[in-house]
């Protein structure tokens, strides 16, 4: 059975190290994502204005008159003094021909006060300028920039390989033979040495000491990629977590979606009265609205940084009803669960002290990837050696 395990870390780990070196080292980045995106394009954020901030809906229907080809789709209502709006913007379809525009998906950002464009970018554009590296880092890291979904699927199955990865890696460090205890210490030690063994401790003992915080991001990979298809039916097993809107809605024949005739205005008004009636005590911080299945959505705080997830309350954009409610801290034991992977994965879970920890793990990752990766090669070429001296 041991053989088994070597061979399927051996062959999981090659298959997977390069994604994982790649995704380690973004996600050690994105850790403080907006907070380096601030660094580095303060003119997108700093809003100078001051005074009482406008209606989202004056926001939204300020920019859609000035680009009549775009229309928003999502924004970030800052409720942070002298703080940006965001507004990100999806081509229309043209009506001659009922395809899109040739426009550019684009990011703008709103004095919320003044209403002032303060800037935009072109999201997902390569690469290294100050405005796209961090929009570019993202994509990179949840899609590898792919087209359609094929990034995410990708991805979401790295994730699966990781989560089992961790339980085989796990079972290769146990020894074999007693005194268990003495035998299984030597495994969290780097001793140091030659080339080969230092690798071969640093991939061991960094894995073993870190286990708890890389199965936690490993399941977190699994839930982001792949909520629906894998993670949602998984936890089900053990506690129920209903469809969200969006899954639930795209179950729907077309016609009974609906026209769109809730405005933005409409939307947000709806959002403040219902979160008052739940008692949400958090601002609205998000607003997004889906062209494919007719729905408005709410979210409540910024950046994720409730350690239990984000509240989020979810309108019909025909008649304006509630359609369903994600609020954190609440709902069974699989749905809290689930809202809890996005916090983890981030690190904000923890505040700053998790984005720390998420940072300095995403370089882990990616060491343990190429040691891995070294290990292998190292005992490729010994086996290679050993063959050529028995045939000469």
Not at 109 to 136: A, I
Not at 181 to 189: F, G, H, V
Request: hydrophobic fraction near 40%; include cysteine; charged fraction near 15%.
């Amino acid at each position: 059975m041991r053989h088994l395990y070597v061979l399927l870390h051996r062959y999981i780990g090659l298959a997977t190290a390069l994604f994982l070196a790649l995704a380690g080292l973004t996600g050690s980045v994105l850790a403080f994502n907006h907070e380096i995106d601030e660094w580095l394009n303060p003119s997108f954020y700093e809003a100078p204005a001051q005074g009482p901030r406008q209606d989202p809906g004056n926001l939204v229907d300020k920019v859609q008159a000035e680009h009549p080809h775009l229309q928003v789709w999502y924004m970030e209502y800052p409720d942070e003094p002298g703080h940006s709006a965001l507004l990100a913007m999806v081509p229309r379809n043209d009506p001659a021909t009922d395809k899109p525009y040739a426009e550019k998906n684009t990011v703008f950002y709103l004095d919320p006060v003044s209403g002032q464009t303060l800037g935009q970018r072109y999201w997902g554009e390569c690469c290294f300028s100050r405005e796209n590296f961090m929009p570019f880092v993202l994509e990179l890291h949840y899609n590898l920039t792919l087209p359609g979904n094929w990034g995410l699927w990708l991805m979401g199955v790295v994730a699966i390989l990781w989560v089992l990865d961790c339980f085989i890696a796990l079972l290769l460090t146990l020894p074999r033979g007693r005194p268990f205890w003495r035998k299984w210490s030597t495994a969290w030690k780097i001793k140091g040495g030659h080339a080969y063994r230092l690798n071969m401790d640093i991939h061991r003992a960094g894995g073993l000491w870190l286990w708890l915080l890389l199965l936690p991001v490993a399941v977190s990979s699994v839930a982001m990629n792949l909520p629906s298809q894998v993670f949602k039916p998984a936890v089900s097993l053990f506690s129920p977590v209903e469809p969200s809107v969006y899954e639930a809605r795209g179950r729907l024949p077309r016609e009974e979606l609906g026209q769109t005739q809730l405005t933005w205005h409409q939307a947000h008004q709806l959002a403040q009265q219902e979160g008052q009636r739940l008692g949400l005590t958090a601002p609205i911080g998000e607003l997004y609205y889906s062209f494919e299945y007719n729905f408005y959505g709410a979210g409540f705080g910024q950046h994720d940084t409730d350690a239990q997830g984000k509240s989020w309350l979810f309108f019909h954009g025909t008649d304006g009803r509630l359609l369903g409610q994600e609020i954190a801290g609440q709902g069974t034991l699989g749905e809290r669960f689930y809202r809890l992977q996005l916090p983890i994965h981030g690190g904000r879970i923890l505040g700053t002290t998790g984005q720390v920890m998420i940072a300095v793990l995403g370089l882990v990752i990616a060491v343990l990837s190429v040691t891995g990766v070294y290990i292998w090669w190292r005992k490729l070429l010994a086996r290679r050696s050993g063959r050529a001296r028995r045939t000469a």
